[in-house]
């Protein structure tokens, strides 16, 4: 059973910068492709970022492309998701996820485990 722990949320003005972390335990890193998704209040939940299990190939949603960057640290089991020139729009519960596939799916029905979620708000 994987636990994913997400933190680093907060609040930033329009134009800012926020660093997301997930921690993960219970299981190898490596065995995972993870995900970041977001859900903003009344909205569904939609992909952001995925990257593969050894971290070679990245997926990003068109909305943050040249914004947000993804990594991960399998020897810390930690995926971090830099946010940069943030928009009121990328407010919203951003969650971790891992899955068991090859390639991260934009799908979050696909992804078997999930963190709690941390808020960003980005005020403009």
């Known amino acids: 059973q994987v636990q994913l722990v997400e933190s680093g949320g907060g609040l930033v003005q329009a134009g800012g910068s926020l660093r997301l972390s997930c921690a993960a335990s219970?299981?190898?890193?490596?065995?995972?492709?993870m995900g970041w998704f977001r859900q903003a209040p009344g909205k569904e939940r939609d992909f952001v970022v995925g990257?593969?299990?050894?971290?070679?190939?990245?997926y990003y949603a068109d909305s943050v492309k040249g914004r947000f960057t993804i990594s991960r640290d399998n020897a810390k089991n930690t995926v971090v998701l830099q946010m940069n020139s943030l928009k009121p729009e990328d407010t919203a519960v951003y969650y971790c996820?891992?899955?068991?596939?090859?390639?991260?799916?934009?799908?979050?029905?696909?992804?078997?485990?999930w963190g709690q979620g941390t808020q960003v708000t980005v005020s403009s």
């Open positions: 219970g299981g190898t890193s490596s065995s995972y492709t």
């Open positions: 996820a891992a899955d068991r596939g090859v390639v991260p799916s934009t799908n979050p029905a696909a992804y078997d485990y």
């Open positions: 990257i593969s299990r050894i971290g070679g190939s990245t």
